[in-house]
């Protein structure tokens, strides 16, 4: 059997850079712009699953003996869907038989998990299934491309899915234009790895917390205010799993809370004032980590002025000692 990831590769070597792609030609979800690339991947999946349906008789397996695909990114089946089909196995019978790889510790799921799950619902101990020669990269590739073409799929899941599959690709550029997806697309789906692990915890249990967006923008606050960005996003966290706080409004609610009591300029930020006698310009007035700086332009600075300068600061310091 041809390898999964040649073929993939092979698919989409000749799919154009999404920024060359016009508008019209682009199709949309509500997470990110996607490209033709999407289509080319999920076509060589579904060859690739019926090859691998046609490679052998169908038997009935143990349910008990077969696990999931452990490249699955999916963390939440819907439950009525999947009543459903369980209701539509017992009305009619199973259709289509499930796929399943040979393991040490019995079989794993290479396509049809959600038949498997209904059979399971149902409480039957045996499924339909082909035992079919398959790699860890045909697995990998299968589950990912199979999770991000559905709309129910979570953005985590699908950054879950990204992240377990990368290795199967020789770059990320190839890995973007195999999802059809843009750069920037992809890298919002990888902007949840620089998630503190307090969220990516909530995250694992109820993937909807956070869309791709959000998730960009909190990692990129929390990266700019550091320790106080950290701080602030486990103060503001807690509101966004309840609801009280929308997920698009925490990074500006991350900001103001880290900057929160700041009056005045960060230590590593210099001010520059400049000060004019007249219209004519005398001097400048700096303000900086190494201190505070008065500067008169040549000419400006007299021998009276300085007298009184002199005498100014000398009466300010006697008056407000340190």
């Given at each position: 059997?041809?390898?999964?990831?040649?073929q993939?590769?092979?698919?989409?070597?000749?799919?154009?850079?999404?920024?060359?792609?016009?508008?019209?030609?682009?199709?949309?979800?509500?997470?990110?712009?996607?490209?033709?690339?999407?289509?080319?991947?999920?076509?060589?999946?579904?060859?690739?699953?019926?090859?691998?349906?046609?490679?052998?008789?169908?038997?009935?397996?143990?349910?008990?003996e077969?696990?999931?695909?452990?490249?699955?990114?999916?963390?939440?089946?819907?439950?009525?869907?999947?009543?459903?089909?369980?209701?539509?196995?017992?009305e009619?019978?199973?259709?289509?038989?499930?796929?399943?790889?040979?393991?040490?510790?019995?079989?794993?799921?290479?396509a049809?998990?959600?038949?498997?799950?209904?059979?399971?619902?149902?409480?039957?101990?045996?499924i339909?299934?082909?035992?079919?020669?398959?790699?860890?990269?045909?697995?990998?590739?299968?589950?990912?491309?199979?999770?991000?073409?559905?709309?129910?799929?979570?953005?985590?899941?699908?950054?879950?899915?990204?992240?377990?599959?990368?290795?199967?690709?020789?770059?990320?550029?190839?890995?973007?234009?195999a999802?059809?997806?843009?750069r920037?697309?992809?890298?919002?789906?990888?902007?949840f790895?620089?998630?503190?692990?307090f969220?990516?915890?909530?995250?694992?249990?109820?993937?909807?917390l956070?869309?791709?967006?959000?998730?960009e923008?909190?990692?990129?606050?929390?990266?700019?205010?550091?320790?106080a960005?950290?701080?602030?996003?486990?103060?503001?966290?807690?509101?966004v799993?309840?609801?009280?706080?929308?997920?698009?409004?925490?990074?500006?609610?991350?900001?103001?809370?880290?900057?929160?009591?700041?009056?005045?300029?960060?230590?590593?930020?210099?001010?520059?004032?400049?000060?004019?006698?007249g219209?004519?310009?005398?001097?400048?007035?700096?303000?900086?980590?190494?201190?505070?700086?008065?500067?008169?332009?040549?000419?400006?600075?007299?021998?009276?002025?300085?007298?009184?300068?002199?005498?100014?600061?000398?009466?300010?310091?006697?008056?407000h000692?340190?």
């Amino acid at each position: 059997m041809s390898n999964m990831r040649e073929q993939l590769l092979a698919k989409t070597a000749g799919i154009r850079k999404t920024s060359s792609i016009k508008e019209d030609e682009v199709k949309r979800s509500e997470r990110t712009q996607t490209a033709p690339g999407l289509a080319g991947a999920l076509a060589v999946a579904q060859l690739r699953v019926q090859e691998l349906e046609s490679a052998g008789v169908a038997s009935q397996l143990p349910v008990a003996e077969i696990a999931p695909n452990p490249w699955q990114p999916r963390r939440i089946f819907n439950e009525a869907k999947l009543s459903e089909l369980a209701e539509s196995i017992r009305e009619v019978g199973q259709v289509q038989p499930i796929v399943v790889r040979r393991v040490e510790a019995g079989y794993q799921i290479v396509a049809g998990e959600r038949r498997w799950r209904a059979h399971k619902v149902l409480g039957l101990e045996s499924i339909k299934a082909v035992v079919a020669d398959c790699s860890d990269s045909d697995m990998a590739v299968l589950a990912m491309v199979e999770n991000v073409s559905r709309d129910d799929l979570a953005d985590y899941e699908i950054s879950l899915s990204i992240r377990r599959t990368e290795k199967e690709f020789p770059d990320r550029k190839r890995l973007a234009e195999a999802l059809g997806l843009s750069r920037s697309g992809l890298f919002q789906f990888l902007s949840f790895d620089k998630l503190p692990s307090f969220i990516l915890s909530d995250l694992d249990i109820q993937p909807r917390l956070l869309g791709a967006n959000a998730a960009e923008a909190i990692a990129s606050a929390i990266r700019k205010f550091g320790e106080a960005g950290l701080a602030a996003a486990r103060e503001v966290w807690p509101a966004v799993v309840s609801g009280e706080i929308e997920q698009g409004k925490a990074a500006a609610a991350i900001k103001q809370i880290a900057t929160r009591g700041a009056t005045s300029a960060p230590a590593n930020e210099r001010s520059i004032d400049k000060f004019f006698a007249g219209k004519e310009h005398a001097g400048s007035i700096t303000k900086d980590v190494n201190g505070f700086t008065v500067k008169f332009k040549p000419g400006m600075m007299t021998e009276a002025l300085e007298t009184q300068i002199r005498a100014l600061i000398s009466e300010t310091f006697n008056q407000h000692p340190k």
